[in-house]
């Protein structure tokens, strides 16, 4: 029975033999039950590829109600006999969500036994060397169709895998025709009139040379065949007159046909056929979920074959999952590239896919010509382009992502309509629908190559000028439209053109490029580069045009003024309070304040107000609130709401940090409800940080401080989740001043160790140096915990409004420095609970005896006690009293004690489960 020359399925130490349906391992015949040996059929069948759990069901128990529990029991039992998982092999993987499959190497051995099945139908299919991958979808879906359509063309690029396709396809359903199948390759074929020949060459049969038609519609006429085209479109128009005329003169015919475009006859249904499977591009799988991906799984199933050490690592992934990317999973390019892997390895591999033409070459000696090299591929598609055609595919390789119409005909200095679409018949332009919207896109493989015919040719110049031109256009209505569109509504649409805006401007600021049109397109793709938080690149950008305008002796008071506000702010979340920052925004207020332009001036004085802000120096931010409101009254200004808006946003922080929190409070609520307050602010884009989320967290801390816990806790929970709808800075707003503050005022240590991680891989993502700071300041203040004697300050300590904030968090934190700005005045906001935290400290200090050192604590409390109530701040005045009651019970004064944090916490009607109000509640018990 070993030597049976029935066909066998080979994988590790075993060996199938389907008709008999008996398994061996090695000599040794194993026992399968009948339901565990249809399921190992089933995924053998389609190895390589997933099979739905409903589908294997509908295989193994054709006629019966069967529920998963049932498929698992089976499934274990042969994982069982297989020994899947032992010594690592396995056999047999799990999809949740979408099935199962066999991916180990598979081989088959032997022929049909004789007698043991039906005689096979005639062909000539070419013999398979290597199993196709990831077609089981389309394949099955064709083979359908075959059932009730007489003719299908499979379409797409060169090097997709049309004629593996085709191939397998036929020989999938070969029995279905009496008298088989004829397989035709059109490739060698240099004239229309020889395709005919070439079909009766294939079906041996002697026509005149003249005319082949009468003879084979003769020969054809009576028979049940499928013939298979392939490579039809160097000859498309005769191969698509032989399809037509063997369709209507041989009844019992079916046509299967391969081409880069469509025959373009009556009856014809297309199917073109997509790149190989890869991974989204935001997931990093490791490897065994890698190579359920059909182009990773091919390019490591060839680099095996290449190099029979080698094994895909989960660290290796991402290199390979980028070579299958930048290959787009087109099969042909992945193979050529795994027969190189001998040679350069991996990392080496990918770095050499910058020249891909000069890599991807010497493709297997028994493959056509045109597939031996990828240049030669392409060659062969080019080549059949009329000059329009090439012209307007040259231009196209400007662009880095998909383009609509009117982008290409913008670029092609054309019209392109006709032109585009038949690129797109050909298979070298491919189309995409998203929504309502038509898009194009060229895949990396034919733009690199229509790239290399441009800048060989002279056309490059006015291409890449009309390129930098439109895409200027693009970014000012980008820009635009952020204004009134959905965070996540804008992202989905324009995010994809960040790459284009990329080359228009490293080409604007090249050597044959223009630097005025370098310095606006850069300003005009600020509000995409800040949306997108690619903060530290924009940074880079921005430092760039600055130099090139100085280097050039540029004119332009308005861009430069721009370019240092935005400079300023990018420099203070990439790098942090330093000079440099400092001289961007004084330099960018000085040039502002020269011009009669309200906006101009209001970013600029938005600027400096954020400066001061983070300086901490709160009375100089409230002198440029001042300054806005002066220009808002202008005649000219006293109608623009958003400025007005913008305004309101300053007097809400100044009132916060001033410990007037009633009043911050209501101005936050008048800007979210003001019917302009729902959309984005027109001078936002100068702060960065989303403005509706900033005024949540504003307003959360007010309402803390009001007795509030609960509904300040929610609201900042609600901006924590806006946040995410925006870029990076604005996220790290929202957790590092408003968030995490408001969860450690709560007590909620769990949910702020959580919102600080956050914190730290948001702002490390994204290149916020300063931010970063912020997570880290917080990281060593929940790690210290209670027993910290003395705050372990990051480098960046010189940051006051750090300095303030974090005394609030933590006795250790309310320092000298802390101190001194509560005592001066310097920081109101803060002042009671510094001072608090200070008399707490000094209170742990004290010798038990030391009455006169208690008492200097007493009156310290009691005067941040009345700071609290002058503030009107419940938060503070409930921590304030608890000290100074704790401090009475311990002078024997239970009573003034009792009168002291009674009231207080008998105002509080939420935050029961907060610390502060269950430590009151305990120390009132003990009161009593």
């Not at 080019?382 to 383009?403: I, K, N, P, T």
């Not at 408003?738 to 919102?755: F, K, S």
Request: charged share 20%.
């Amino acid at each position: 029975m070993i030597n049976s020359p029935a066909p066998a399925y080979v994988f590790g130490p075993f060996r199938l033999l389907p008709l008999e349906r008996v398994l061996f391992e090695g000599e040794r015949a194993l026992r399968l039950g009948s339901r565990a040996m249809d399921l190992l059929l089933a995924l053998l069948e389609r190895a390589g590829d997933i099979v739905d759990k409903h589908e294997l069901v509908a295989i193994v128990w054709p006629n019966a109600v069967v529920d998963d529990a049932t498929l698992r029991v089976h499934l274990a039992a042969l994982r069982k006999a297989l020994g899947d998982g032992r010594d690592g092999q396995r056999y047999i993987t799990t999809i949740p969500g979408r099935g199962y499959g066999f991916l180990a190497p598979l081989a088959h051995t032997g022929r049909p036994a004789p007698g043991a099945a039906g005689a096979e139908p005639r062909h000539n299919l070419p013999v398979m060397l290597t199993r196709m991958l990831g077609r089981a979808e389309v394949l099955q879906t064709m083979a359908n169709q075959l059932l009730q359509l007489r003719l299908l063309c499979i379409a797409g690029p060169g090097g997709i895998g049309k004629t593996t396709l085709a191939v397998v396809l036929a020989t999938r359903v070969l029995r279905r025709y009496a008298d088989g199948v004829c397989f035709v390759d059109l490739s060698p074929l240099d004239e229309g009139r020889l395709v005919p020949l070439a079909l009766a060459t294939a079906l041996g049969v002697a026509v005149a040379a003249g005319d082949a038609m009468p003879v084979l519609l003769a020969y054809l006429r009576p028979r049940h065949m499928l013939i298979v085209l392939d490579n039809c479109e160097h000859v498309i128009g005769a191969a698509a007159a032989l399809a037509d005329a063997l369709l209507k003169g041989a009844p019992l015919l079916h046509v299967l046909a391969t081409s880069r475009e469509p025959l373009r006859i009556t009856s014809e249904q297309l199917q073109r056929l997509p790149a190989l499977e890869l991974p989204p591009a935001d997931v990093v799988p490791d490897a065994a979920a890698a190579r359920h991906f059909a182009a990773v799984q091919l390019f490591c199933e060839r680099c095996a074959a290449v190099d029979d050490a080698f094994v895909l690592a989960d660290a290796d992934v991402p290199v390979v999952v980028d070579i299958c990317r930048r290959l787009d999973g087109i099969p042909l390019a992945l193979e050529l590239a795994a027969g190189r892997i001998g040679h350069f390895g991996l990392h080496e591999l990918r770095r050499q896919l910058d020249d891909r033409f000069r890599l991807l070459t010497r493709g297997a000696r028994n493959m056509p010509l045109r597939h031996q090299a990828l240049r030669a591929t392409l060659d062969w598609s080019y080549g059949l382009l009329d000059a329009q055609e090439r012209q307007v595919l040259q231009a196209l390789s400007v662009f880095r992502s998909r383009f609509r119409l009117e982008s290409a005909s913008a670029v092609a200095g054309c019209d392109v309509f006709d032109t585009l679409a038949d690129l797109a018949a050909k298979s070298l332009v491919s189309i995409e629908f998203c929504g309502q919207h038509v898009y194009y896109r060229l895949l990396d493989t034919t733009r690199a190559y229509a790239g290399a015919l441009l800048s060989a040719g002279g056309d490059a110049g006015a291409v890449l000028l009309r390129h930098a031109r439109h895409c200027l256009g693009l970014a000012q209505r980008i820009a635009a439209d952020w204004a009134g569109m959905p965070p996540a509504q804008w992202s989905a649409r324009y995010g994809r053109h960040v790459d284009d805006l990329r080359a228009a401007i490293d080409w604007a600021f090249g050597e044959e490029g223009d630097v005025a049109l370098g310095v606006s397109l850069t300003l005009a793709a600020q509000t995409l580069f800040y949306q997108l938080s690619l903060m530290d690149e924009y940074r880079v950008r921005v430092g760039r045009a600055l130099e090139r305008m100085a280097a050039r002796g540029l004119d332009d008071p308005d861009s430069e003024m721009r370019l240092h506000a935005s400079q300023a702010h990018l420099l203070l979340h990439t790098q942090g309070i330093t000079g440099t920052m400092l001289r961007s925004f004084q330099h960018g207020y000085a040039l502002a304040m020269r011009t009669d332009d309200g906006s101009r001036r209001c970013e600029a004085i938005c600027g400096m107000w954020i400066c001061c802000l983070k300086l901490a120096d709160f009375q100089r931010a409230d002198s440029y609130a001042t300054e806005l409101a002066v220009l808002c009254d202008a005649r000219e200004a006293r109608d623009d709401a958003p400025m007005r808006l913008v305004l309101a946003r300053m007097r809400s922080v100044g009132e916060y940090v001033q410990g007037r929190y009633a009043q911050s409070a209501a101005l936050a609520r008048m800007v979210l409800a003001h019917p302009e307050g729902a959309r984005q602010l027109g001078f936002n884009h100068a702060l960065l940080a989303d403005h509706q989320v900033c005024l949540r967290g504003t307003l959360a801390r007010c309402l803390w401080m009001q007795g509030r816990p609960d509904d300040a806790l929610e609201l900042v929970r609600e901006a924590v989740a806006v946040g995410f709808e925006h870029n990076g800075v604005t996220l790290c707003v929202a957790l590092a001043v408003n968030a995490i503050p408001v969860a450690l005022w709560c007590g909620q240590r769990e949910l702020a160790h959580a919102w600080t991680c956050l914190l730290c891989e948001h702002a490390a993502r994204y290149g916020l140096l300063y931010w970063s700071a912020w997570g880290a300041a917080y990281q060593r203040l929940l790690d210290g915990g209670e027993a910290l004697a003395q705050f372990p300050w990051p480098a960046v300590r010189s940051w006051p409004i750090q300095v303030d904030l974090m005394a609030t968090l933590h006795d250790a934190a309310a320092d000298s420095q802390a101190l001194r700005r509560a005592r001066m005045g310097m920081a109101p906001w803060s002042a009671p609970e510094v001072l608090r935290r200070d008399a707490h400290h000094r209170w742990r200090a004290l010798a038990q005896d030391d009455t006169a050192g208690l008492e200097a604590v007493r009156v310290q409390l009691e005067e941040a006690l009345r700071l609290a109530r002058g503030q009107q701040a419940p938060g503070w005045e409930l921590r304030c009293a608890t000290s100074l009651a704790a401090v009475l019970q311990a002078q024997g004064r239970r009573a003034a004690a009792h009168a002291v944090l009674a009231p207080v916490h008998a105002g509080y009607r939420q935050g029961r489960d907060t610390t502060d109000v269950m430590a009151a509640a305990a120390l009132l018990a003990q009161l009593a």
